[in-house]
């Protein structure tokens, strides 16, 4: 055949694929598998040293906090001081027992 245009020329989705025999395709996903687990071995140790780092920075702003909390007299037998109360949120009016507010809407 010969090819007179670009439509003509064949894709690999158009070409008949060569079929794997068993052991090719296992020897493929074996290679994969290594692959993934390699990839994944990897990440697993930077999490572990991210971690660290975190936990030995969040030890440092304990630390950093109880100086602070000492400083300003607010340390009572490792007691934090109270958090101020906040006021209850305002309920919404309600009209004839409804708990749905009305909005028109106009285009």
Known sequence: MKIKTMRQIPTRSAMPARKK???EQTVNR??????????????LQLWREK???TAERLQQVETQLHQVQQTLGLNQGDAAAPEPQR??????KTNDGDSWNVISLEY
């Open 87 to 92: 006021p209850a949120p305002a309920k919404p």
């Open 21 to 23: 025999d068993g052991r």
């Open 30 to 43: 074996m290679a994969q598998l290594e692959h993934e687990k390699a990839r994944l071995e990897r990440e």
């Open 51 to 53: 971690e660290q780092r």
